[in-house]
């Protein structure tokens, strides 16, 4: 025996001895045994191949037991057992003899001790020792490289290969700190778990008497007393060393996997390990993924005895924390243990877990604990998936909590998204399905801060409890210099005006000045869906055919595709649910675009789908860096950098759902209304709408009035300015042109300057201006532009006679009068105009023009209004005249811009003077000039 042997010879107890003798003696049992063993397998080889098959080894009809137990022993997995196998499978059930035992974690300890000597042997001082700077230089990015001084027993600066075996086998869990194995040839383990980890409550590292007594409180009696006898020194405290002298204090993981192979097949699939107690269910979401080496979707049984199922040294199931809040883990995170001990085999599963080789543990890779907050969006879906099913169900999105009994969202809206991210119906989300709606990731976050702060602040403002917040309560902590402002507010979003808020209505106070956190704001849009729903399905929750959909839709909706709606059906029962119609409708009226971009937020805020049309000139519905630039007017590098912050997926191209959050094409609704309501009483007069509207707008403004003041008060409501063109941004409104020359525009011609996404938002607006419900809008009801060229004199003066009393007045010919000072220039120089050809038309001398002195003078007259001014020859005779396109009492944004030469050229003359006149004073003077002053 070595020196070093005698050494550990004398410091062990009399039980150290017991156990160092069975050691010695064992081989002398071994031999005996493996003899035995031999004669048995060569009398099984029939063959003398030395192996053997399943028919040799156990017959031609095996038990089930022992052909399980066949494939267990064969760990190469080749069919046949070695000689080694055989020796496995026959005392596979016997732990006094079994012996052959794979041992995946020994083979790493053995590994990696020769890896640190191999690594160092050139550099070792004289006795052969590992100084400390050598040990730091060359494992520094090594998970061992900070424990040098924890495997410096004696302290001295130095390692001996002795220590350093020391350290590792503390570290995979071979030996404990003081040198008593913990996992044995036989292939049990000690229990280190359930003794040092669950017993041991006070976390001191100790099993003391108490603790031990309610450890073993469901032991049967004589187990109970034996256990507790263990305790040989008397001291209160139950040693490792002492609890391993009971054989029923350490496991045996081979029993467990041939229990848990209830197939038989010499492997664990899904389900078999779906079966593990309750303490290891924790491994089911991620054990076959990282300990499934050769990927088969089954455990064989090297592959188990590597896992946490099989080593019960502490729970690597439960849920680590991500300390730093980075929203990974890192192995020192990772590591359950209160210490350095069994750190190999953190290092071994963490290795395994790491798919991607990061150096660091994703969601997708393992599940722990993390704030949502700190939660990357590519990891958010396995942050989500509980129960790691591939799949998140309405309870797992939308869990219940303390402020929420059962689960469900607190906003309806969000409940709407997730059904419409659910694209086949099933009720839950696919990893595609969630990935394609990125506003899912916003909805969560916005449901946890409802619960964990506004709810709670709700409560706190509801002083007298009845679940509804009147202003002196949402105000009472509110500078009196506020009030006047919070007041505008609290009555703007008491959405039903009972002078109280609900949640909902509270929410949308508190995000006034916050789209954010906005609660949802009653959409007329949203109100139109719902009220054909409810008139399409009988009840909600019975689902119709196509037939009465295409029905009762076609009755209530003009000028809708019924005939496509089969394509809404997203689980194919060839019906349609409440759920399929709405997603079907809200992509109808241009709540969503097909890219998957919602148009109309619940929160209020609209994007601007004419202005993205604007920037985007080749229309293939993204945004190229060149288009940005043009349409945005920045420098180059300034452009550049925009366009990289908003290509989030950094293609090369801005599509329409990278836009999502903007701030570009975005419009808040509520900013808009207030900037319209200049006198804060929630209306908006016409006067209102005509100081803060564009001069292209200003036409819109009285027929807006007329067609969308629904309760006749002379005033725009916030609902009522909700459904006006002013706060519905798909297009330019005024670009509806009259295609066949009637004089009128039809549905299908206002609808022709509408992109195909708001169809049907152009098919409502038309049912709003159409006041005389004739299915047509004239000019009393919308602003036209018209091909006078082409549309007969008659209708052109019906068009311009606004009083219809059959005489046509100078001021109904030029149109409405405009308010901006540079419109009302031209608007005069056009008068004159008109003037000028009114004299030569109008024939009685009335001042006013019938049917028949228009008609005469129809092209002189037009020509006036457009502002062309004749030669006076052309009133006498009549020569066809360069007669524009278009008549319009609409300024649109080409009239404005339109440039009139003449005075361009009138002004540029005078400048011209302006600056001889300078010249002429501050010039030079002459030599001759100057002797003249000087006299």
Sequence with gaps: MSPCALRIFHRCSAQKIFSLLIILLSPVVCHSQTTELQTIFSKLDKNSDGKLSLVEAIGLKPEGRKRGDFYTSDLDENGTLSPDEYELFHNIGNLKKRSSIPDPIQEHFEKTVQHVLASTQKQRDENSSIQIELWETTFAKNWWGPLYKEFDKDESGRLTEEE?????????????????????????????????????????????????????????????????????????????????????????????????DTTEDGALDQAEIATLPAWQQGYIPWVLQAFDINQNQKLSLTEFLRSPLAIPYLDWSQPMTDLNHDGVLTLDEFHPGRDWQFLG??????????????????????????????????????????????????????????????????????????????????????????????????????????????IVKFQKLDINKDAQLSFEEISQNSQPKHLEALRYAFNLFDANADGVHDFNEFMCYEGRSNSAIRGPIEDPVTNLIQSILLNVLPSEADPVTYEHARKELAKRIPNMPVDKIDLWDRNSDQKLSLTELRIGLEDHFGVWHPSGLQLRKPNGTLFAYRSFQQFDTNSDQQLSEAELKKGSGKSKAENHKLFASLDRNGNGMIELLELDNGPFFWADLVSLFQKYDQNQDLKISEAEFKAASKAWEQPLVKRTLKAFDQDNDQRISFLEFRSTPFANLAATWVEAKDLDFDGRLSRKEFSSAFPNVAQGEASWMFSNFDLDDDRFLNRQEYPLLLDTRKIPAEIVFEILDQNQDQQLTIEEAAGERPQDQQALARYDSKIMRIEDAWRHADNDGNKTLSLPEFVQHQENLLAAIHGKKLPQSSLHTPSPPQIPPTVSDVIVPEQINKTDWRIVGLIGFNILILFAIIFVMIRPKSAFQRGNDED
Excluded: M
């Design 164 to 260: 350093i075996r020391h350290g590792f086998s503390v570290a995979f869990g071979i030996h404990d700190h003081d040198g008593i194995p913990l996992r044995f040839e036989n292939g049990t383990r000690f229990d280190w778990r359930h003794h040092f980890v669950t017993g041991d409550a006070n976390a001191d590292g100790k099993l003391d008497k108490e603790e031990f007594k309610k450890l073993i409180r469901a032991y049967q009696p004589e187990l109970k007393e034996r256990s507790l006898a263990s305790d040989v020194n008397g001291d209160g405290i139950y040693s490792c060393e002492e609890l391993l002298a009971v054989p029923f204090h350490s496991r045996d993981p081979l029993a467990v996997f041939r229990k848990l």
């Design 345 to 454: 085999i953190s290092a071994i599963y963490f290795s395994l877990l790491d798919a991607n080789n990061d150096q660091r543990l994703n969601l997708s890779e393992f599940r722990f604990k993390v704030e949502p907050e700190n939660v990357h969006f590519e990891d958010f879906f396995d942050f989500l998936d509980a129960n790691a099913n591939d799949e998140i169900s309405f309870a797992e999105f939308f869990p219940a909590d303390s402020t929420k009994e059962s689960s469900g969202p607190i906003f309806v809206s969000h409940q709407h998204l997730f059904e419409r991210a659910d694209r086949n119906g099933s009720g839950t989300l696919s990893r595609e399905e969630f990935d394609s709606t990125p506003q899912l990731f916003q909805a969560y976050h916005l449901e946890r801060q409802l619960r964990s702060t506004y």
